[in-house]
């Protein structure tokens, strides 16, 4: 059986990085033991940091970085233009030189459900969490549950079992 990866010469894996079958990646850097799902595309100047899962069907843009630790559940779609149009003001198909990328960040320990669309120029915060189907306007804060479309706060995130404010 022949491999069905698409890997770019100029993309960077970290040790110990999981690639399923039929990923496409290409001028972006994966960190250390992070595991990318079957039908994943990474473009160019895409970051992921260690110990990262990213789950099936999901498209990581030009523009996003995802910091370490961090799960994106199955088909997350993620975009990285505020007006995005197929043709120039010439009339002919766009080129990059006819649009700016927008960033997008995805802050340490976040988790992404299943199906959620993330918009450009987001910042999602530490340990966050994002509700499958969601659509996600506005940067999230830090310990937050937000779901909807769009999403909205719904409540913190509940402290890890064993920890005690007290």
Not at 114 to 122: E, F, G, K, Q, S
């Amino acid at each position: 059986m022949s491999d069905f990866r698409s890997i770019a010469p100029d993309v960077k894996l970290g040790q110990g990085v999981k690639l399923a079958q039929f990923v496409n990646l290409y001028g972006c850097e994966i960190g250390d033991e992070s595991k990318l799902g079957t039908f994943v595309e990474v473009q160019k100047n895409a970051k992921i940091g260690k110990r990262c899962k990213i789950s099936s069907h999901s498209f990581i843009c030009e523009g996003v970085t995802i910091e370490d630790n961090v799960f994106i559940g199955h088909g997350v779609m993620f975009t990285n233009d505020i007006y995005p149009r197929a043709t120039a003001a010439d009339g002919g198909l766009q080129t990059e030189k006819d649009w700016v990328v927008e960033p997008t960040l995805v802050k340490k320990g976040a988790s992404i459900g299943t199906n959620a669309t993330i918009l450009a120029r987001v910042t999602i915060g530490e340990n966050a969490i994002i509700g499958a189907g969601a659509v996600v306007t506005k940067d999230v804060p830090a310990n937050t549950i937000v779901a909807g479309n769009p999403a909205r706060v719904m409540r913190n995130v509940p402290a890890p079992a064993g920890n005690s404010n007290e």
